[in-house]
């Protein structure tokens, strides 16, 4: 989750070397992460919501990451057990 995606893309790829593709299959396109020729990931921007990723490891498990934006996070219920 980042204000700069392409000093983002920059960076993964030094560092772990993926790589960025746009699937525009939706009503927004949005930018996934690829590892060689396979989606790993994907970004998103939600207006006025925040940001989201959502990323496979290499063996399989999927995890996203929310980043709210402005007061969004004081708009948001607490999670309950």
Do not use: C, H
């Not at 204000?3 to 983002?8: H, I, K, V």
């Not at 772990?16 to 927004?28: I, L, P, Q, R, S």
């Amino acid at each position: 989750m980042t204000t700069e995606p392409e000093g983002a893309a920059r960076f993964y790829g030094e560092v772990v070397g993926w790589g960025t593709a746009v699937w525009d299959g939706g009503e927004k396109p949005y930018t996934m992460w690829t590892n060689g020729e396979q989606p790993i990931g994907e970004v998103m921007q939600l207006p006025e919501v925040g940001s989201i990723a959502v990323i496979r490891d290499p063996q399989g498990a999927v995890f996203a990451a929310y980043q709210p934006a402005g007061d969004a996070a004081v708009r948001m219920a607490p999670l309950r057990a």
